[in-house]
């Protein structure tokens, strides 16, 4: 766990500015030989033993921050967990990756393709850093989270979707890492080979694209806001979470929020945040939840759901 100030001390910043402009006070950072798929394994062994069963027929991964770019970690995370040789692949729509991978293990199942899929959402996002850009160390941390997603009726608590998906590729400059992929697999500019962010303009799009998304998918189901007992939306920034749920009209206290002590977790921060909010009681079995993201891409997308009676292992 790395607190602001430890931070500050080694970067021009303050606990007090990272805490007023983004909500975070702390964040998990993977140590030497830690990796993405490590803390996908641990995530995915909890939420097995919470669902009380290891059947399972598929392993879809959302990351952007594989162990190796080539191949995808899902397959990896699926044979350490002793799974079989089960299907097992990567989403990656950053972080947005939750949501888009909910969306396709939802899809796998309504399909008949699989009955049970083990969905984890990890990233080790703090590698893409550069350790000394004050405009993104404070803000990310890493982490995985995880569910167990089954067949089932679409009346029980659990059931999933509609889903609302979107992406704008011209935007996709604003959250970039320009090296290290086929367009370009090395750079005499080091700066290519880590994160870089565009915040102001960022921030902005995050909040109108979850506030739009959101409302497109409650059309869909049938939802007025007033319907919606819990707002999980992706953990970028306190101020973004705050004006999302304020653009719609829902309390800032519908909000489930843990960013203080995770930070932005990509592709992790939506499932760390039902955790929490489960087992800090602000998730009750049967409520109406709304779930937000927005990410690199640009991504974004919503879905809804009837909280279940979930016991975090
Ligand atoms: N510590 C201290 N000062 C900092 C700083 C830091 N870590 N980072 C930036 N600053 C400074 C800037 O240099 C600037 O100084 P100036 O006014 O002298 O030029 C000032 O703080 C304001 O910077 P700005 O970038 O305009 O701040 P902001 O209020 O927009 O907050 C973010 C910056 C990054 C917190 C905010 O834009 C944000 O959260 N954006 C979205 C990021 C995000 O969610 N990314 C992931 C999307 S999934």
């Known amino acids: 766990m790395v607190d602001n100030d430890e931070l ?40 097995l033993q919470s669902a009380g069963s290891a059947d399972i027929d598929a392993v ?14 899902a397959p990896q995370v699926a044979s350490r967990l002793g799974l079989g040789p089960v299907a097992a692949f990567d989403v ?24 049970r899929v083990l969905l984890v959402g990890a990233d080790a996002f ?7 850009d004050r405009a993104t160390v404070p803000i990310f941390g890493d982490g995985a989270g995880a569910v167990v997603l089954r067949a089932g009726d679409p009346d029980e608590p659990g059931a999933l979707g509609p889903f609302d998906l979107h992406s704008d590729g011209e935007l996709s400059d604003l959250l970039v890492v320009p090296a ?17 962010m565009q915040g102001p303009a960022v921030f902005r799009h995050a909040t109108a694209r979850m506030a739009e998304s959101s409302r497109a998918v409650l059309k869909q189901v049938g939802w007025t806001v007033g319907d919606v007992d819990r707002l999980i939306g992706h953990q970028a920034n306190i101020r973004i979470l705050h004006a999302t ?69």
């Open 126 to 132: 703090t590698t893409l850093l550069n350790p000394d």
């Open 60 to 73: 879809v991964l959302a990351t952007a921050t594989p162990d190796q770019i080539c191949p995808a970690s």
């Open 245 to 313: 749920a304020k653009q719609l009209g829902l309390p800032a206290d519908s909000l489930v929020v843990n960013i203080e002590r995770t930070g932005n977790t990509s592709a992790a921060s939506i499932p760390l945040a039902m955790v929490d909010g489960v087992n800090d009681g602000t998730l009750q079995s049967g409520d109406r939840v709304l779930v937000t993201a927005f990410g690199a891409g640009l991504t974004w997308g919503s879905t809804v759901l009837r909280w279940p009676g979930v016991t975090p292992a």
């Open 180 to 196: 290290g992929g086929s367009r370009m697999k090395t750079s005499q500019n080091p700066a290519d080979s880590y994160f870089s």
């Open 8 to 47: 500050s001390a080694r970067l021009d910043t303050s606990d007090e500015w990272i805490r007023t402009r983004t909500g975070i006070g702390r964040r998990h950072v993977v140590g030497p030989g830690m990796s993405t798929v490590d803390m996908a394994v641990e995530a995915g062994r909890r939420a």
């Open 92 to 115: 990656n729509a950053v972080c947005s990756g939750f949501v888009y991978a909910l969306a396709t293990a939802a899809g796998l199942i309504a399909g008949g393709v699989s009955r």
